[in-house]
Structure formats: structure tokens, C-alpha cells
Nanobody
Framework: VQLQASGGGLVQAGGSLRLSCAAS????????VGWFRQAPGAERECVVA????????YYAESVKGRFTVSRDNAKNTVYLQMNILEPEDTAVYYC???????????????????WGQGTQVTVSS
């Protein structure tokens, strides 16, 4: 599967962005998906993850209540709605996919074999 992340940009603190992760292939519904971010000098961290149906999700503590993940398997797309953005959210955001069993999500980068190219999110104070 090939992934294409988009939707990043420059936004003021308190603003919102919606990232999209579009996938190729007809079996995207069999893949768990994670959104990761990496700030300069920092390790890549998982912010959200979703099972292949979207029925089970994981959120990092730092984004709970502000970020929402959803997916539309008919459109082969996973979305990351980011609200109340903070300067600390500034990073390159990546989506990743893993062929998985039903009801499973993964929040460590090493689990994922497919990665998108990343989209920059910059939040100004």
C-alpha cells in the first residue's frame, strides 16, 4: 500500500488543521493506521492510531481531547482532525499503515511497514 499525507500548514495557536492520509490499493480496510509526528531533534512519536475499521483508537496523552482520528475506508482515507493546536504540536506528521487483525491498533513506529512522506505542521504562538 502507498500512503500520501496532506493537509499540513502554518496555523496560529488555538487554530485547527485536518490532515488526510490517502492510500492506494483495494484492501486498505485491512490495515491499521497510525499518525506519528517528529519534531527537530526529537524521536518519532505516535499521536493517534486506529484499527482497520476505526472502531478502536489510541490517543497520546498530549493530544487527548484535541485530536480526533477517523477513517473512510470507502475512500481509502484516514483523517486527523487537530483542534486547539499548540506550538508544541509543531512537527512533521506521518501516517503509517500495517496489515492487521481486526480490532488491533499499534502505537510503536517499528510495527509499521508502510509510511507516507510526511506533512509539515507549524503552529505559531
Amino acid at each position: 500500500v502507498q500512503l500520501q499525507a496532506s493537509g499540513g500548514g502554518l496555523v496560529q495557536a488555538g487554530g485547527s488543521l485536518r490532515l488526510s492520509c490517502a492510500a492506494s490499493g483495494r484492501t486498505f480496510s485491512l490495515y491499521a493506521v497510525g499518525w506519528f509526528r517528529q519534531a527537530p531533534g526529537a524521536e518519532r512519536e505516535c499521536v493517534v492510531a486506529t484499527s482497520r475499521s476505526g472502531g478502536r483508537t489510541y490517543y497520546a496523552e498530549s493530544v487527548k481531547g484535541r485530536f480526533t482520528v477517523s477513517r473512510d475506508n470507502a475512500k481509502n482515507t484516514v483523517y486527523l482532525q487537530m483542534n486547539i493546536l499548540e506550538p508544541e504540536d509543531t512537527a512533521v506528521y506521518y501516517c503509517a499503515a500495517k496489515f492487521s487483525a481486526r480490532g488491533t491498533y499499534y502505537y510503536t513506529a517499528k510495527e509499521y511497514g508502510y509510511w507516507g512522506q510526511g506533512t509539515q505542521v507549524t503552529v505559531s504562538s
